[in-house]
Structures are given as structure tokens and as C-alpha cells.
T-cell receptor, first 119, second 108 residues
């Protein structure tokens, strides 16, 4: 079955960076896009961007451009999301999610990774 | 950026009742490119509806979506105990995907 398994919770200080991994299985890694979405505590969902695991091409939401980098390692069917220059506003649960194409809905998601930014 | 406004913010209903959730867009969404998700506490969002009215395999038929342009609706025909959750709409008709603020369906 389709699975997206994310790395564990992280705590960072303001100004630091964090890299979250998303290991996929149960489907052909290069056929589906991966989107990243985050959710601040008690808040709604916020789209961050997508990566095409086949080509490595990416598209980031304007809000995160310059601070986010999405990469992939096809040898282990894993996608990464790195966010730099963290502030307390970046405290959130980060989700990776599988999408049929670059601009579309997502049909399977990871369990989420809580990133806490605190001094 | 297309802004999605969901209403009501909270819907208080009893099991067996019908739930009607609204999602209104700030500009027309092309080609019915709207999805609905259900989220329960501590869980990732779950896809319920895509392309405004299509249900993925495994989603019960008590969930239905309708609408076009700027006005979309998610209907739950008869609420089951497991349906009490938060529901989000998402548009993918533009280069920047956006979500609505969510509607919480709570037990009355």
C-alpha cells in the first residue's frame, strides 16, 4: 500500500534550519509529485510547494521562496524539505503528500513532522 | 492568489443529520479544480472529493461535492459518528494552491 513516512519531531532555535524527510513506498516514486503543506498549531493548512521526483524540478509558494529547498533521492524514494532562517512563526506540523501532477490535489499524506522553533 | 472562504466556521449537528458546507472563491476556479479534505485531530488531511464532485475509491457515498466557478459545496447526507472533524477545501486551478480556513463539524 502507498506509504509516506516522515522523519521525527525537531526543535530548532530562531535563525537555524531544519530538514524534514519523507520516505515513500508502495508506488512508483517518479510518477507522482510530492507537495509540502504545513499547519501551525490550531490553524489551517498552508501550501509550501511541490517537487517532481522524476526531474527534480520544483515550484515554491512565493511566501517561502528563498527559504525553502525541496530535493529528492531517487535511490531511496525519499524527498526532503529544508527550511532556513527559522522564526517562531515556522512552528508547525509539516506534511508531505503525494499528488498526481504538479498542480492538483493530494491523495496520500505523511503522518506529519512537528517542527518547533524556540529560543 | 485565489482566496477561499469557508462557511460556516462551525457546524453543530447530530448524527444522522445532513451537513452542508460552503466554499467560496475570490475568483472563478477553472475546470472544477477544487478538492475537499477531512482532518481529525493529530491526523493528516484525508482526500474526500476532487474535481469538485469526484470521490476517490474508498470514500463513502454519503460524501458528495458540487458547484462550479466560485461557489462549491460539500454535503454529508447523513452524519456518522466518525464524520465529526474539520473539513477544508483546496483549489488547484492556479499556480499557487490555496486552502480555505476550514469548517468544524461538531456534535450537537
Amino acid at each position: 500500500q502507498v506509504q509516506l513516512v516522515q522523519s521525527g519531531a525537531e526543535v530548532r532555535k530562531p535563525g537555524a534550519s531544519v530538514k524534514v524527510s519523507c520516505r515513500t513506498s508502495g508506488y512508483s516514486f517518479t510518477v507522482y509529485y510530492i507537495q509540502w503543506v504545513r499547519q501551525a498549531p490550531g490553524q489551517g493548512l498552508e501550501w509550501m510547494g511541490w517537487i517532481n521526483p522524476n526531474s527534480g524540478s520544483t515550484n515554491y509558494a512565493q511566501k517561502f521562496q528563498g527559504r525553502v529547498t525541496m530535493t529528492r533521492d531517487t535511490s531511496i524514494s525519499t524527498v526532503y524539505m529544508e527550511l532556513t532562517r527559522l522564526t517562531s512563526d515556522d512552528t508547525a506540523v509539516y506534511y508531505c503528500a503525494r499528488a498526481p501532477s504538479r498542480l492538483t490535489y493530494f491523495d496520500h499524506g505523511g503522518q506529519g513532522t512537528l517542527v518547533t522553533v524556540s529560543s | 492568489e485565489i482566496v477561499l472562504t469557508q462557511s460556516p466556521g462551525t457546524l453543530s449537528l447530530s448524527p444522522g443529520e445532513r451537513a452542508t458546507l460552503s466554499c467560496r472563491a475570490s475568483q472563478s476556479i477553472s475546470n472544477y479544480q477544487l478538492a475537499w479534505y477531512q482532518q481529525k485531530p493529530g491526523q493528516a488531511p484525508r482526500l474526500l472529493i476532487y474535481a469538485a464532485s469526484s470521490r476517490p475509491t474508498g470514500i463513502p457515498d454519503r460524501f458528495s461535492g458540487s458547484g462550479s466557478g466560485t461557489d462549491f459545496t460539500l454535503t454529508i447526507s447523513r452524519l456518522e459518528p466518525e464524520d465529526f472533524a474539520v473539513y477544508y477545501c483546496q483549489q488547484y486551478g492556479s499556480s499557487s494552491l490555496t486552502f480555505g480556513g476550514g469548517t468544524k463539524v461538531e456534535i450537537k
